[in-house]
T-cell receptor
Framework: AQSVTQLDSQVPVFEEAPVELRCNYS??????LFWYVQYPNQGLQLLLKYLSGSTLVKGINGFEAEFNKSQTSFHLRKPSVHISDTAEYFC????????????FGRGTSLIVHP | KAGVTQTPRYLIKTRGQQVTLSCSPISGHRSVSWYQQTPGQGLQFLFE???????NKGNFPGRFSGRQFSNSRSEMNVSTLELGDSALYLC?????????????FGEGSRLTVL
């Protein structure tokens, strides 16, 4: 079975500063990786995904993530955050060739201060 | 294309009652999954339905049940409600072909049990 660890439960940052949200996974087989964002009182929305190919993945709203197989990580980055990026961010992993039921991390609350 | 629709958005019940939540997936999506989200436990997988059959099940008691109709719409039911069932219940749909685990979420049904 796979597992996901989001290393920070909360990340405070000032507007226009860069941010990195960390995600590590464990799996004995190949995986697909996802980042989702959840704004208050809403469901989750896909930010970006890694299925195969280039390890640098670009998503919506200026976010990007890099798949690092040797370190089993999939950290999310944004060079300059906005107040509107304040939300909960979830990393998820599915096992390729498996049941495709994602395992989610506990989430990281990104708080952007003016 | 309409997104995933969940009804009702908010509801309040008392202990011992039962509740039924409804989910209409994106047109053409045949898989519907249900998740429970709480501050303490994060996102927990309840079950997944595909072509009217429960294909995967999480680790929840039998009080939690679901079904899927021929038009892919799904319902979940919780009987004999407990205070701990208070949560945001999220429905997500996905395509069947080339499925990688990417999910499309509804806005959720927030259940409060008094």
């Amino acid at each position: 079975a796979q597992s996901v660890t989001q290393l920070d439960s909360q990340v405070p940052v000032f507007e226009e500063a860069p941010v990195e949200l960390r995600c590590n996974y464990s799996s004995s087989v190949s995986v697909y990786l996802f980042w989702y964002v959840q704004y208050p009182n809403q469901g989750l929305q896909l930010l970006l995904k890694y299925l195969s190919g280039s390890t640098l993945v670009k998503g919506i709203n200026g976010f990007e993530a890099e798949f690092n197989k040797s370190q089993t990580s999939f950290h999310l980055r944004k060079p300059s955050v906005h107040i509107s990026d304040t939300a909960e961010y979830f990393c998820a992993v599915t096992r390729s060739g498996g049941s495709y039921i994602p395992t989610f991390g506990r989430g990281t609350s990104l708080i952007v201060h003016p | 294309k309409a997104g995933v629709t969940q009804t009702p958005r908010y509801l309040i019940k008392t202990r011992g009652q039962q509740v039924t939540l409804s989910c209409s997936p994106i047109s053409g999506h045949r898989s519907v999954s249900w998740y429970q989200q709480t501050p303490g436990q994060g996102l927990q997988f309840l079950f997944e339905y595909f072509s009217e059959t429960q294909r995967n099940k999480g680790n929840f008691p039998g009080r939690f049940s679901g079904r899927q109709f021929s038009n892919s719409r799904s319902e979940m039911n919780v009987s004999t409600l407990e205070l701990g069932d208070s949560a945001l219940y999220l429905c997500a749909s996905s395509r069947a072909e080339g499925y990688t685990g990417e999910l499309f979420f509804g806005e959720g049904s927030r259940l409060t049990v008094l």
